[in-house]
């Protein structure tokens, strides 16, 4: 079946500092690929929609500037939490889709990040 | 805007219970629905996937309907295990964009 992974699976790292999280998709190629931010016991919140080769589409709210996205090739898609804050601390899970439009979104196992 | 309700929030259930999860949807006008299950601390492993043309998918233990026209899809699990312990969710993708609207899941505990 269709894998997505997911690097790194947790990061700790200090208030001011960058953070890129990696997503890959291992055995298809991702046309479109998104980014989802999820707090403890709620549910997912779509950050951002990504398609390979062009800019990302962020959701409202959403501070595009704060987290970058890159989708530089069919398979590999990256989110960069800038200057991060503790606010920033959260659990986030990237997924991908397929060429076809019909076809389901496959997710990774997430990232946890913690900022002191 | 869509909205995304699933209840109950949580169910436990004994070992060998057949389980009922619900998901409920206020745009009808969606691509499709798909079920997912997430365990703790984990991403999410897509579990069935309903097109908007469709009205149930199957997969072993796993049976999802949806009635398009009601905004609902149910998720039936039989004879439950207690490995089937995780939150579910269902997600509805709209006719129109990429986009997935999520519930809030219901997490499940089987009891052995």
């Known amino acids: 079946g269709a894998v997505v992974s997911q690097h790194p699976s947790w990061v700790i790292c200090k208030s001011g500092t960058s953070v890129k999280i990696e997503c890959r998709s291992l055995d298809f190629q991702a046309t479109t690929m998104f980014w989802y931010r999820q707090f403890p016991k709620q549910s997912l919140m779509l950050m951002a929609t990504?398609?390979?080769?062009?800019?990302?589409?962020?959701e409202q709210g959403v501070e595009k500037d704060k987290f970058l996205i890159n989708h530089a090739s069919l398979t590999l898609s990256t989110l960069t939490v800038t200057s991060a804050h503790p606010e920033d601390s959260s659990f986030y899970i990237c997924?991908?889709?397929?060429?076809?439009?019909?076809?389901?979104?496959?997710f990774g196992d997430g990232t946890r990040l913690s900022i002191l | 805007k869509q909205e995304v309700t699933q209840i109950p929030a949580a169910l436990s259930v004994p070992e060998g219970e057949n389980l009922v999860l619900n998901c409920s949807f206020t745009?009808?006008?969606?691509?499709?629905l798909q079920w997912f299950r997430q365990d703790p601390g984990k991403g999410l492993t897509s579990l069935l996937l309903i097109q908007s043309s469709q009205r149930e998918q199957t997969s072993g233990r796993l049976n999802a309907s949806l009635d398009k026209s009601s905004g609902r899809s149910t998720l039936y699990i039989a004879a439950s295990q207690p490995g089937d312990s995780a939150t579910y969710l269902c997600?509805?993708?709209?006719?129109?964009?990429?986009?997935?609207?999520f519930g809030g899941g219901t997490r499940v505990l089987v009891k052995p």
């Open positions: 997600a509805v993708r709209q006719a129109a964009g990429n986009k997935l609207t």
């Open positions: 997924s991908a889709r397929g060429e076809r439009e019909y076809q389901p979104q496959h």
């Open positions: 990504s398609n390979e080769g062009s800019k990302a589409t962020y």
């Open positions: 745009d009808s006008a969606i691509y499709n």
